[in-house]
């Protein structure tokens, strides 16, 4: 099992410059979740996917778009970059049954000049 | 806004030593997580503790969980190098709901 992973590791856009970021979960996780870490401030969910074929925002949305391919796939898109969203973007699933605990990717360094 | 905040920001201690880590929240949960993060690397699950538990174990770790004053803490006993890391506290407000808080962090690093 690889987990959670997530492409690219890292990333460089201008500002304006559009990008996807890729997540795969190989667990059968029904539920996904981008999340985005600044430092001093933990991390703040963007958008999260209950289940295959639903997306709901989190507490910072603007400025993302979200895709839930398919139940292993999760996609993140920027349309516009701007510098604000310069940051660790972090994908995470987690099944539904029972345990609450979620499970992370390595993590996307994006940084928007 | 922030659900859990931990405290103290950073911790220092030498190896062999205990450290203790704290998280405040702000609204009624149905439980509440510890994770740890190696620098540069995802967060990774340490242990789950619901709100009709008061204390729980696993390995040299223990949580503590005060529903009345909306705090718990993270113990470390016996603490290594390998233990520095980023630890945060996670809250989730609703039975089977999907959003998990994270709070900001405690950085802890344990000199050898």
């Known amino acids: 099992n690889a987990g959670v992973t997530q492409t690219p590791k890292f990333q460089v856009l201008k500002t304006g410059q559009s990008m996807t970021l890729q997540c795969a979960q190989d667990?059968?996780?029904?539920?996904m979740y981008w999340y985005r870490q600044d430092p001093g401030m933990g991390l703040r969910l963007i958008y999260y996917?209950?289940?295959?074929?639903?997306?709901d925002k989190g507490e910072v949305p603007n400025g993302y778009n979200v895709s839930r391919l398919n139940k292993r796939e999760f996609s993140l898109r920027l349309e516009s970059a701007a510098p604000s969203q310069t940051s660790v973007y972090f994908c995470?699933?987690?099944?539904?049954?029972?345990?609450?605990?979620?499970?992370f990717g390595p993590g996307t360094r994006l940084l928007v000049l | 806004s922030q659900q859990g905040e931990e405290d103290p920001q950073a911790l220092s201690i030498q190896e062999g030593e205990n450290a203790t880590m704290n998280c405040s929240y702000k609204?009624?949960?149905?439980?509440l997580q510890w994770y740890r993060q190696n620098s540069g690397r995802g967060l990774v699950h340490l242990i789950l503790?619901?709100?009709?538990?008061r204390e729980k174990h696993s390995g040299r770790l223990r949580v503590t969980l005060d529903t009345s004053k909306k705090s718990s803490s993270l113990l470390i006993t016996a603490s290594r190098a390998a233990d520095t890391a980023s630890y945060f506290c996670?809250?989730?407000?609703?039975?089977?709901?999907?959003?998990?808080?994270f709070g900001a962090g405690t950085r802890l690093f344990v000199k050898a």
């Open positions: 995470a699933s987690r099944t539904l049954q029972g345990s609450e605990t979620q499970y």
């Open positions: 667990m059968n996780h029904n539920s």
């Open positions: 996917s209950a289940s295959e074929g639903t997306t």
């Open positions: 609204t009624s949960i149905n439980n």
């Open positions: 503790i619901r709100s009709n538990e």
């Open positions: 996670a809250t989730a407000r609703n039975t089977g709901g999907f959003k998990t808080i």
